[in-house]
T-cell receptor, first 112, second 112 residues
C-alpha cells in the first residue's frame, strides 16, 4: 500500500527549514528517502530502520516513529541545491523480503 | 564504475510496436528492479529480480516481460506498445536486504 507524503509541494527561501512527512497504514520495517532533481534519476539519501532511529546527512536528517508508522525528513538552513522532489519508500516486512513501495513525492523549491 | 546503465535514453514507438529496454549494472548487485514514473505518481514497480534466473511481478506488470540470465543484465520487454505505456522507465539495483537502490538515468519512452 502506497505511503502518503505531505505536503505535496513546498516553497522555501534559502536558509529556511522544512519538514516532509511519510505515513503508512501498515507496520513498517524500514523507510528509505530519495531525492530526484528534475530530469534526473532518484538519488539515495538515507534509510531508517524500525526502532525510532534518527539519522543525519549534513543538514538533512530524518526520524522514524515505529508506533505511528511515520517518518519525517528534516531539512535545515535550506540551500538552493536542496530543490527537487523527495520520495519516501517503505518496506513493510523483515529485511529485504519485499520491494519498496514509494510515495508520490514532495516537490521542494528553494528560492534565493 | 559505470553504476547502472540504461539504453536507450529516449525512444518514440508507434502503437503496436515492440522494444526492449536495456539495463546493466557493474556493482555485482543481486537485486535489480524496473520502475515506471508518470508525472505526479511516484515510482511504480513493474518487475524485480533477486538473482539470475529469478524474477517476480511488481505492482504494474501488465504489458511487460523481463528476463535475468546474468547478474549484470535485466532487460525489460514491451510487447504491443500502447499509449498508456508512455512514461519514464528507471532501472535500479541493490545488494540483498535493506540496502540503498542505485538508479540508472532512465529511458524516456513515448508511444504515439
Amino acid at each position: 500500500q502506497q505511503p502518503v507524503q505531505s505536503p505535496q509541494a513546498v516553497i522555501l527561501r534559502e536558509g529556511e527549514d522544512a519538514v516532509i512527512n511519510c505515513s503508512s497504514s501498515k507496520a513498517l520495517y524500514s523507510v528509505h528517502w530519495y531525492r530526484q532533481k528534475h530530469g534526473e534519476a532518484p538519488v539515495f539519501l538515507m534509510i531508517l530502520l524500525k526502532g525510532g532511529e534518527q539519522k543525519g546527512h549534513e543538514k538533512i536528517s530524518a526520524s522514524f516513529n515505529e508506533k505511528k508508522q511515520q517518518s519525517s525528513l528534516y531539512l535545515t538552513a535550506s540551500q538552493l541545491s536542496y530543490s527537487g522532489t523527495y520520495f519516501c519508500g517503505t518496506e513493510g516486512t523483515t529485511s529485504g523480503n519485499t520491494p519498496l513501495v514509494f510515495g508520490k513525492g514532495t516537490r521542494l523549491s528553494v528560492i534565493a | 564504475n559505470a553504476g547502472v546503465t540504461q539504453t536507450p535514453k529516449f525512444r518514440i514507438l508507434k502503437i503496436g510496436q515492440s522494444m526492449t529496454l536495456q539495463c546493466a549494472q557493474d556493482m555485482n548487485h543481486n537485486y535489480m528492479y524496473w520502475y515506471r514514473q508518470d508525472p505526479g505518481m511516484g515510482l511504480k514497480l513493474i518487475y524485480y529480480s533477486v538473482g539470475a534466473g529469478i524474477t517476480d511481478k511488481g505492482e504494474v506488470p501488465n504489458g511487460y516481460n523481463v528476463s535475468r540470465s546474468t547478474t549484470e543484465d535485466f532487460p525489460l520487454r514491451l510487447e504491443l506498445a500502447a499509449p498508456s505505456q508512455t512514461s519514464v522507465y528507471f532501472c535500479a539495483s541493490s545488494y540483498p536486504g535493506t540496502q540503498p537502490q542505485h538508479f540508472g538515468d532512465g529511458t524516456r519512452l513515448s508511444i504515439l
